[in-house]
T-cell receptor, first 112, second 113 residues
Framework: SQQGEEDPQALSIQEGENATMNCSYK?????LQWYRQNSGRGLVHLIL?????REKHSGRLRVTLDTSKKSSSLLITASRAADTASYFC????????????FGAGTRLAVHP | KAGVTQTPRYLIKTRGQQVTLSCSPI?????VSWYQQTPGQGLQFLFE???????NKGNFPGRFSGRQFSNSRSEMNVSTLELGDSALYLC????????????FGSGTRLTVV
């Protein structure tokens, strides 16, 4: 079963705007990762945040992690049409061997 | 370096048949894990192999099986196919030591008719 939920399920914005997606999970984790998927193709790893980290940046991406609330957020700044995709959070559970538990995903549409 | 290669890209099978999917991980990576993606259930973990040993298994029936070869290439097999097995099957490659990100292949789209 899926680890948790993501919201919103869908997000539609204009180019240049920021997009924020949220993810909740249920168990103790080693790390939380975000992936992008374009049109039912493979997943692309975006960023990983460890359980002892609170915030991480990579280019236009900013990820936060609140382990007390078991939640994370992904912020994409200055969105581009090319950012249109589905975004998934995935948790790597404590004690688990290379087993990712995925959220349901957020479908992001960025309009030119 | 080459990415993760999954073959075939598309497959159409009939109910009751069996199917074998292949995944070649990134050179040097010893772990291959498999996921099933469907519109209804989302992305679900199937199993993970490291150095030819299954280390972890998801909650799927015994019709789903896999193996890993000495060169780290992995295959998954689904026997007695059901309509509900129609899905995108993704494999992920990693060094296997845990704690890092994964590199996914482009997937195999299986349609059962």
């Amino acid at each position: 079963s899926q680890q948790g939920e993501e919201d919103p399920q869908a997000l539609s914005i204009q180019e240049g705007e920021n997009a924020t997606m949220n993810c909740s999970y249920k168990t103790s984790i080693n790390n939380l990762q975000w992936y992008r998927q374009n049109s039912g193709r493979g997943l692309v790893h975006l960023i990983l945040i460890r359980s002892n980290e609170r915030e991480k940046h990579s280019g236009r991406l900013r990820v936060t992690l609140d382990t007390s609330k078991k939640s994370s957020s992904l912020l994409i700044t200055a969105s581009r049409a090319a950012d249109t995709a589905s975004y998934f959070c995935a948790t790597d559970e404590s004690g688990g061997y290379n087993k990712l538990i995925f959220g349901a995903g957020t479908r992001l549409a960025v309009h030119p | 370096k080459a990415g993760v290669t999954q073959t075939p890209r598309y497959l159409i099978k009939t109910r009751g048949q069996q199917v074998t999917l292949s995944c070649s991980p990134i050179s040097g990576h010893r772990s291959v894990s498999w996921y099933q993606q469907t519109p209804g259930q989302g992305l679900q973990f199937l199993f993970e192999y490291f150095s030819e040993t299954q280390r972890n298994k998801g909650n799927f029936p015994g019709r789903f099986s896999g193996r890993q070869f000495s060169n780290s290439r992995s295959e998954m097999n689904v026997s007695t196919l059901e309509l509900g097995d129609s899905a995108l099957y993704l494999c992920a490659s990693s060094p296997g030591t845990g704690g890092g990100g994964y590199t996914f292949g482009s997937g195999t789209r299986l349609t059962v008719v």
